[in-house]
T-cell receptor, first 112, second 119 residues
């Protein structure tokens, strides 16, 4: 079936280091969303990308949607301990209806 | 608090029992989603409502699962004859339809979830 794959599964960095998580879909996506889930919490929306090649920035976070609309990435510059959590990408395959397919997430641990 | 609320927050039940969960979306949101999340996994889509109409249901969803949104506001998710494999966090999310310039697919606001444990 249609799947969204996300790597790496875990990432442990020292505070101040950069972090990147990658998301790949087997099918073209109409859009992709990114969510953050803190330990014990629920997913919280970060951003939505719609256009091919789109790049959006939120302070230290940079989000990119691939030209083929099949992959995406989230890059965090100079991580802080507040960045700890699991980052999920969620894609909606083109023409598939309303279901949002979430990746398994990348769990980020930041040590001071 | 005007966020998405879910009740109960925790439910422990014995195998074979029926359980029902409730979700109250953000009041002006006409779209409502149910997801299931297990440890180490992302949320798995179960079903979607626009107002009171159930427009999509996961093909993976057993017929033991049923959801309703009778008045287009709160929703219930019922699991009949629970199995140990049903143990998970059940998340509800809501969103508003895209308006001009917003596109059809907007951010989803998640509730705190109902953690189900089937013994």
């Amino acid at each position: 079936g249609q799947q969204v794959m996300q790597i790496p599964q875990y990432q442990h960095v020292q505070e101040g280091e950069d972090f990147t998580t990658y998301c790949n879909s087997s099918t073209t996506l109409s859009n992709i969303q990114w969510y953050k889930q803190r330990p014990g919490g629920h997913p919280v929306f970060l951003i939505q990308l719609v256009k091919s090649g789109e790049v959006k920035k939120q302070k230290r976070l940079t989000f990119q949607f691939g030209e083929a609309k099949k992959n995406s990435s989230l890059h965090i510059t100079a991580t802080q301990t507040t960045d700890v959590g699991t980052y999920f990408c969620a894609g909606r395959p083109t023409g598939s209806g309303y279901a949002l397919n979430f990746g398994k997430g990348t769990s980020l641990l930041v040590t001071p | 608090d005007t966020g998405v609320s879910q009740d109960p927050r925790h439910k422990i039940t014995k195998r074979g029992q029926n359980v029902t969960f409730r979700c109250d979306p953000i009041s002006e949101h006409n779209r409502l989603y149910w997801y299931r999340q297990t440890l180490g996994q992302g949320p798995e889509f179960l079903t979607y409502f626009q107002n009171e109409a159930q427009l999509e249901k996961s093909r993976l969803l057993s017929d033991r699962f049923s959801a309703e949104r009778p008045k287009g506001s709160f929703s219930t998710l019922e699991i009949q004859r629970t199995e140990q494999g049903d143990s998970a966090m059940y998340l509800c999310a809501s969103s508003v339809s895209g308006g001009p310039g917003l596109g059809p697919h907007n951010e989803q606001f998640f509730g705190p979830g109902t953690r189900l444990t089937v013994l």
